[in-house]
C-alpha cells in the first residue's frame, strides 16, 4: 500500500531499475508461473471445439452438453475456495506444483474418457486446478514481482488467460480436420508438464518466507528482483504489512457486521454476478455451436471462432491500457451499453433466412460483443474487486465474490444449450440484452468509482459515499 510502500522509496523518487540479472529472473517467473493463466483460458475454451464431435461420439443431449461444459465450472468454484487456503499452508509455489499435477492428470483423463459420466468427474478434477490456478497465479506473482511492475506483472496474468483461449481456438481449428476432439482435450496437458517442471526452478514468495520465519530466503529472492540497497527495507514492508493483515483477519467477520461493509459486499457480489449473467461464458463456450445454427458447416464454425479469441486478446490489452484514463464506471457503463445493442442485434439476426451473408453478420456481432465486453466489463469487474473491500474483509469479501462469480458460470454453461434448444437463438440472446440493461442500472446506482484513489483513502470515500462518517 502506498504509506507503507514509501518505505522503499521516498516520495517522488523512483525505485531502482533492477539489472539485466534481475531482468531476466522477473520474465522467468512470468513466462513460467502465467502458464497457469494460458491453461486456465485454454481449459475453458477447448470445450467450444470439442462439443460438436463429442455431440455425435456420446449421443449428448443439450443438458448432456450443458453438464459437462458446467462440471468445470462448479470444480473452479470449490477450486477457488481450496487454492487461497492451500497456499498459505503449502506456499504459493508448492500449492501451484499440486495444481500443475492436477492439470496434467485432469487433461489426460478428459483426453480418454469413455464415458459421460467418467468425463464429467474427470471435468470437475480438472476445475479444481483451473479454480486453484485462478487465485494462486495472481497471488503468486503479485508477491515475487518488485513494487514498480507489480501491476503490470499481475495484469500479464489476464492477457495470458484470453492468449490460452485463442491458442484453444486455433488448435480446434487445425484439429477439426480431423474430428480429434480427443487431441483437443488432451493437448493442455503438454503446457501444464511446463508449468509443473518450470516450478521446480522458481522459490517461493518472500512473503511466505517471511511468514515462516524464513527471512534468509526471502532476504535470498529479493535481492534477485531488487538492488541490494533496497532489500532491507522491502523486508521491512513485508512485516509491517503482515501485521497489518493479520490484524485485519481478526476483526474480518466483526466488520461484516457493519452495514456499511455488508452493503459493499452485496455490491461486489452484484457485480460479479453481472460479470457472467450477461453472456460472455455463453459464446466463449458455445461459438461453434451458435454459429452452425446459423447453417454453417462444423469445420467453418470452429474455424471462424477464431476471430473471437484474437480480439478478446486485443481488447483485453486496450481495456488494461484505458481502465487508469477514463475510470472504472464510465467504462463499465459504455461496455454494457454496447454490450446490448450487439447482444440486441444478434438476437435480430437470427430471423434472417439462413445464408453465408447471415453468417458473417452473426459472427461479425458476437465478435463486436466480445469487444465490448473484453475492454470493459471483464477488466472493470476484476479491477473493482480488488480494490473496493475495506482492508479487514478484503480477503473474505473478494473470495465470496469470485465463488458467485464461477456459480453463475456454471449456471450459464448448463442452461445455456437447454435455452437455445427451447426458445431458439434470437430469444436467447434477447434474454442477454435485457440482462445487460439490468446491469447497466444496477453499475450506474451502485458501481463505485476507485480511479486516482490510494487504497489508503478507498475506506473513507467508500464510507462516506454509504452515508457513514468516517
Not at 515462516?212 to 523486508?235: C, I
Not at 434472417?352 to 459472427?363: E, G, Q, R
Request: one cysteine or more.
Amino acid at each position: 500500500m502506498g504509506a507503507v510502500t514509501s518505505q522503499v522509496a521516498p516520495a517522488g523518487q523512483r525505485p531502482a531499475a533492477p539489472d539485466r540479472n534481475a531482468k531476466r529472473f522477473i520474465v522467468g517467473i512470468a513466462a513460467i508461473a502465467a502458464l497457469g493463466g494460458a491453461l486456465f483460458g485454454y481449459d475453458t475454451g477447448v470445450i467450444s471445439g470439442a462439443l460438436p464431435f463429442m455431440e455425435s461420439h456420446f449421443g449428448l443431449t443439450s443438458l448432456g452438453e450443458g453438464v459437462i461444459t458446467s462440471a468445470l465450472l462448479i470444480g473452479a468454484a470449490f477450486g477457488s475456495l481450496i487454492g487461497g487456503r492451500m497456499s498459505d499452508a503449502l506456499g504459493r509455489r508448492d500449492a501451484l506444483l499440486w495444481a500443475g499435477a492436477v492439470f496434467i492428470g485432469g487433461a489426460v483423463a478428459v483426453a480418454l474418457s469413455p464415458t459421460v459420466p467418467f468425463m464429467t468427474v474427470a471435468r470437475f478434477v480438472l476445475g479444481l486446478a483451473v479454480g486453484s490456478a485462478s487465485v494462486i497465479t495472481p497471488l503468486y506473482l503479485s508477491e515475487i514481482a518488485p513494487p514498480h511492475i507489480r501491476g503490470r506483472l499481475v495484469s500479464f496474468n489476464s492477457l495470458m488467460i484470453v492468449s490460452g483461449q485463442l491458442l484453444a481456438y486455433l488448435l480446434n481449428a487445425v484439429l477439426a480436420q480431423w474430428a480429434a476432439w480427443r487431441w483437443m482435450l488432451g493437448l493442455a496437458a503438454l503446457p501444464a508438464v511446463a508449468l509443473f517442471a518450470g516450478l521446480f526452478f522458481l522459490p517461493d514468495t518472500p512473503r511466505w518466507y517471511i511468514s515462516r520465519g524464513r527471512r534468509e530466503d526471502a532476504a535470498r529472492v529479493l535481492g534477485r528482483t531488487l538492488p541490494a540497497a533496497d532489500v532491507p527495507a522491502e523486508l521491512a514492508r513485508i512485516d509491517h504489512a503482515r501485521s497489518l493483515e493479520a490484524d485485519a483477519r481478526r476483526g474480518a467477520w466483526r466488520e461484516l457486521r457493519t452495514p456499511w461493509v455488508r452493503r459493499l459486499l452485496l455490491v461486489g457480489i452484484g457485480l460479479a454476478a453481472v460479470q457472467q449473467i450477461t453472456g460472455v461464458n455463453a459464446v466463449v463456450y458455445f461459438a461453434p455451436k451458435i454459429l452452425a445454427s446459423t447453417g454453417l458447416g462444423t469445420g467453418a464454425a470452429i474455424t471462424a471462432t477464431i476471430a473471437v479469441g484474437a480480439v478478446s486478446v486485443v481488447a483485453t490489452a486496450i481495456g488494461m491500457s484505458l481502465i487508469d484514463r477514463v475510470g472504472r464506471r464510465p467504462l463499465l457503463l459504455c461496455g454494457l451499453a454496447g454490450m446490448t445493442v450487439a447482444l440486441a442485434l444478434l438476437g435480430a439476426a437470427f430471423h434472417l433466412p439462413h445464408s453465408p451473408a447471415v453468417s458473417v453478420l452473426v459472427l461479425g456481432l458476437m465478435v463486436l460483443y466480445m469487444a465490448f465486453m473484453q475492454a470493459t466489463l471483464n477488466t472493470g469487474v476484476w479491477l473493482l474487486l480488488a480494490e473496493m473491500f475495506p482492508l479487514r474483509v478484503r480477503g473474505l469479501a473478494m473470495g465470496a465474490a469470485v465463488f458467485v462469480m464461477w456459480m453463475v458460470n456454471f449456471a450459464v454453461a448448463l442452461v445455456f444449450p437447454v435455452l437455445l434448444d427451447a426458445v431458439g437463438a434470437s430469444s436467447t440472446f434477447w434474454f442477454f440484452a435485457a440482462m445487460c440493461v439490468l446491469s447497466w442500472v444496477f453499475c450506474r446506482r451502485y458501481a463505485p468509482e476507485t480511479k486516482g484513489l490510494a487504497l489508503e483513502d478507498l475506506e473513507h470515500e467508500l464510507r462516506r459515499a454509504a452515508g457513514e462518517q468516517a
